[in-house]
């Protein structure tokens, strides 16, 4: 069945040349331009990888700190105990705890966005996996949200000012935020590199060929924009 599109969406649609293959900035600037929602609509990077997620050696995940943020407050929330609490409440997380908090979101609190955890935590954090795990928040160290106590300050720091989570899914396209549609294009594309950079450095090791196939930006519900690979490794490069 022929999906059947707005109005509002086949106008935005007549902008872009579906054939053509956009540089970083004409892309991301076109991104802004084919946002029509009546809110202030998330740019998003989509990247089709060369690689087969049926395969353990060719999962691609990783972090990457976007310089300019998401454009948005992120809650962070950090299970610690010692002197990582300190550390923790120093850099600025907004909830800080160990067995309390545990009971805290037993008990249905979830007003957070992203989960750090000390190593020594695990154990006890462990046990919310089922509330936890289906939302996203669960502590992973591939993720970089299980680090130790010295380096609490920095993953605090890396969380709040905005950084994206990049996993493969089952047809090996991963989609990423990237900033809001009112950003500065500057700043778009500049987070965009910083997000190519970071799916670069993530290559598996039975990656093999083409690594990253396509990148396509778009605002929240607005066409795709097909961007030109060379030119976006370039930025990442630069990044």
Do not use: W
């Not at 010692?82 to 907004?94: I, K």
């Not at 970089?144 to 010295?150: I, L």
């Not at 969380?159 to 990049?166: M, T």
């Amino acid at each position: 069945m022929t999906r059947r599109r707005g109005k509002k969406y086949l106008e935005a649609a007549k902008l872009v040349e579906a054939d053509k293959l956009y540089a970083p900035v004409e892309a991301v600037a076109l991104a802004q331009k084919t946002s029509y929602s009546s809110f202030d609509g998330t740019v998003e990077a989509h990247l089709r990888m060369g690689v087969d997620p049926r395969h353990a050696d060719q999962q691609v995940r990783g972090i990457a700190s976007l310089p300019n943020g998401l454009g948005k407050t992120v809650r962070v929330l950090v299970f610690a105990q010692g002197d990582a609490v300190r550390q923790a409440e120093a850099a600025g997380a907004d909830v800080v705890g160990s067995d309390d908090l545990i009971k805290q979101i037993e008990g249905g609190f979830l007003d957070f966005d992203i989960t750090i955890a000390t190593p020594d935590m695990m154990g006890k954090v462990g046990r919310l996996g089922k509330i936890l795990g289906r939302r996203g928040l669960m502590p992973n160290p591939k993720s970089g949200t299980v680090v130790q106590s010295q380096d609490i300050s920095r993953a605090v720091g890396e969380a709040r000012k905005g950084r994206v989570e990049f996993r493969l899914d089952r047809t090996a396209i991963m989609h990423v935020p990237i900033g809001k549609a009112s950003f500065e294009t500057p700043k778009l594309v500049e987070n965009l590199g910083a997000l190519v950079d970071a799916v670069q450095k993530a290559r598996p090791s039975g990656a093999k060929g083409q690594y990253i196939r396509s990148i396509t930006v778009c605002a929240t519900m607005g066409p795709g924009i097909s961007l030109d690979i060379q030119q976006a490794t370039a930025i990442a490069a630069a990044s």
